[in-house]
């Protein structure tokens, strides 16, 4: 593996506001929490984005001076994409999933975008369910399957399969 591919995995989640793993909440007992984090803060992306305007609407003037309009059409809405895209940030910087691991249940408790949904299987009859590349991880018990660690990198998410099949496996007397 060269340098390069070993640095894009080790900030891929702190530069894309990815998701990061938490494993044995200490508060709750067993289980594990997924939190979204951001390496910048809500004023640091709104003064780049404040930056980013004032640069490509100064150019779009500029070239609307010269007499090429529609250069500013097109930098007015090249800013209300970005515009868009920080909006739908803002609405994910909550995002968190929590599953805890109790005697006779598996709570599942999942935040994303302003939608908050909760679910208890029961303990015993839960089944880990992974694909074979290992994209996609869910829980499943009478007929409800719920799919966690959406927003996991692939390495967060086969270590977090191999620890909830440890888990499962650990039945209390």
Same mark, same amino acid.
Request: hydrophobic residues 45%; glycine residues 10%; charged residues 20%.
């Given at each position: 593996m060269n340098t390069l591919t070993a640095a894009?995995?080790?900030? #891929? $989640?702190?530069?894309?506001?990815g998701m990061v793993l938490h494993l044995e909440d200490p508060v709750r007992a067993s289980g594990f929490s997924i939190v979204r984090h951001y390496s910048t803060t809500f004023l640091q992306r709104a003064g780049l984005y404040a930056a980013t305007c004032i640069i490509? %609407? &100064?150019v779009g003037i500029a070239c609307a001076q010269l007499g090429a309009w529609p250069v500013l059409l097109c930098c007015a809405c #090249?800013?209300?994409a970005m515009l868009y895209v920080w909006l739908e940030i803002e609405r994910h910087k909550d995002d968190c999933e929590t599953v805890t691991i109790q005697d006779d249940s598996v709570v599942i408790?999942?935040?994303r975008r302003e939608l908050q949904w909760r679910c208890s299987?029961? @303990?015993?009859?839960? @089944? %880990?369910?992974c694909s $074979?590349? &290992? #994209?996609r991880?869910?829980? @499943?018990?009478? &007929?409800n399957e719920v799919e966690i660690g959406v927003g996991l990198v692939k390495r967060d998410k086969l270590l977090l399969a191999r620890y909830l099949a440890a888990q499962l496996l650990l039945r209390p007397l």
């Open positions: 894009y995995q080790y900030f #891929e $989640p702190l530069v894309s506001g490509v %609407l &100064g #090249e800013m209300a408790a999942i935040s299987l029961q @303990r015993y009859w839960a @089944r %880990l369910i $074979p590349d &290992g #994209e991880i869910a829980l @499943r018990s009478h &007929g």
